[in-house]
């Protein structure tokens, strides 16, 4: 299937979603869903249970986006619980492990409502130490989660495996599934329930709670922009949001060599690991690991931290065999650790937003429909507080000084010159940027050497963009627009393409 990258996950090469045509001309509805991820999809099909009349429009296809390119599991925060209560308090913690249960419990349901054949899973967690050090970081959220009330135990080293962990705290009753195999069946059970879906029709703009797209406008009375970053809000939840590319390597091991677990470590950034060992057909399983995270944009040629997890994990997991796939995939980290789930601070109207989901996108993002579907029904919900776009970043004033200071930073690329004198120093299916007088033109040389030239300034916020040769993208480093090759949009929140240029 077609995605927003040039590398190919375990997920979108193991399922199908059905494809749906484009918009065609103007519509109207109770609700527009803008975005056909996990986020959009389980709105979407929340309010069409409601009753609700919904209309979907998808850039690309169901599937395309961020939920494709997920490792799809469901653990506890990226942010430590102890860090939650330090920041929040408490009882705001509490409501967060609340919206963590609550939103798996409901993809089970649906699992189960809808027989979605996805491969959902139940089975436990490990927090363990980095190689560096962290058994205090385990103890220290061992202690926290004991005054929240959450089910954990801690272990001397998780069982099971030859590699000796360390002392690990196991959360129990946690959860994996095939994220493309979920979107599919909650795709057609969103269709069962009249809701309408749309793909290759890019939003452009949101008016009101009309939105406007490149192939006619939906009239809706509540829109929720279900887009892992807001493209409608220029500046405000931008600087509170800060976009990281992560890496994921998936090893084949034989079958049945380990049992289903998912892990994750202390360090910063974590690594993360899971099994994907449930597909029949297959002689082997799939050892899926993830980390290596960098800042979207500040890492022209990062192949080399897929070497590094692959390295990493064959010094723990004797049975990890040939590398199967190697894909990587872009998070949005929220200043202070919490999700931005709610009423777009800057619309009086009913404009929703699910973003700053971290590395705990499925569940942030089934907890965001959860909460806006009750504010859109007129329904009360304990998380709003909690997870109110609108906040301070008061609760994380280190972390969001330190990201507002790298996004200046970025900036200064306008007053350097290109990272080559010309063209030809391009390799073959690779870009660069060109100075050529005031201009900073984005260059991009085919395999068979055709030269496309575009503008290098991101139409967001005139940042200039930088090229990926992982995903054979053109990525900014200020607040995570890519873009393809042609300069098209491939992920928000820019919504308009790069502009062409040309040597003078």
């Known amino acids: 299937m077609r995605t927003n990258a040039a590398t190919v996950s375990l997920w979108t090469d193991t399922a199908q979603v059905p494809v749906h045509p484009p918009l065609e001309g103007d519509t109207t509805a109770d609700v527009c869903v803008v975005g056909g991820g996990i986020a959009g999809l389980t709105a979407a099909y929340l309010l069409a249970r409601e009753g609700r009349s919904v209309v979907l429009v998808e850039a690309l296809q169901v599937g395309a986006g961020e939920t494709g390119r997920t490792t799809a599991h469901f653990f506890p925060p990226d942010e430590r619980y102890f860090e939650i209560a330090r920041r929040f308090g408490d009882a705001k913690a509490r409501l967060l492990r609340d919206s963590y249960e609550r939103a798996t419990d409901l993809v089970e349901s649906i699992v189960q409502a809808e027989s979605i054949q996805c491969d959902f899973l139940r089975l436990d967690g490990y927090l363990v130490p980095a190689e560096s050090g962290g058994a205090d970081v385990v103890d220290r959220e061992h202690a926290c989660v004991q005054k929240l009330g959450i089910a954990a135990t801690r272990l001397l080293r998780v069982p099971g495996l030859e590699w000796d962990t360390g002392p690990a705290l196991c959360f129990h009753r946690q959860a994996q599934f095939h994220p493309v195999k979920y979107l599919a069946g909650l795709t057609r059970a969103v269709k069962r329930l009249g ?77 993360y690991v899971r099994l994907d060992a449930q597909q029949e057909e297959r002689a082997y399983d799939i050892l899926v690991v993830g980390g290596q995270d960098h800042k979207t944009g500040q890492e022209g040629a990062p192949q080399h931290r897929w070497d590094e997890i692959e390295a990493w994990t064959r010094r723990r997991f004797p049975q990890a065999q040939e590398v199967a796939y190697r ?102 299916g690779e870009g660069a940027l060109i100075r050529d007088g005031l201009k900073l033109m984005a260059v991009h040389r085919a395999e068979d050497g055709k030269l496309t030239f575009l503008s290098a300034a991101c139409p967001h916020m005139g940042c200039a963009v930088h090229w990926n040769s992982a995903e054979k993208s053109w990525d900014c480093p200020c607040h995570g627009s890519r873009f393809d090759i042609a300069g098209q949009v491939l992920h928000g929140p820019s919504n308009a393409p790069l502009a062409p240029a040309g040597p003078t």
């Open 327 to 428: 894909w990587s995939g872009e998070v949005m980290e929220p200043s202070d650790g919490v999700a931005y789930l709610g009423r777009n601070p800057t619309d009086r109207a009913n404009v929703y937003v699910i973003t700053g989901d971290s590395g705990n996108g499925m569940t942030h993002c089934t907890a965001g429909a959860m909460l806006i579907t009750d504010l859109i029904m007129g329904r009360a919900n304990p998380w709003v507080s909690l997870y109110d776009p609108g906040r301070s970043p008061l609760h994380g004033l280190t972390d969001f000084a330190m990201e507002q200071a790298n996004v200046l930073a970025q900036y200064t690329d306008w007053l350097q010159g290109g990272e080559v004198s010309a063209p030809d120093r391009i390799p073959p």
């Open 195 to 271: 809701g309408r879906i749309h793909g290759d029709t890019r939003a452009r703009d949101v008016k009101g709670t009309d939105v406007v797209t490149e192939k006619g406008t939906v009239h809706a009375q509540a829109v929720v922009v279900a887009t892992n970053t807001p493209f409608n809000n220029r500046f405000v939840m931008h600087t509170k949001v800060a976009p990281y590319h992560s890496y994921v390597v998936g090893l084949k091991v034989p079958r049945g060599a380990l049992k289903p677990f998912l892990l994750w470590d202390t360090g910063d950034p974590y690594y």
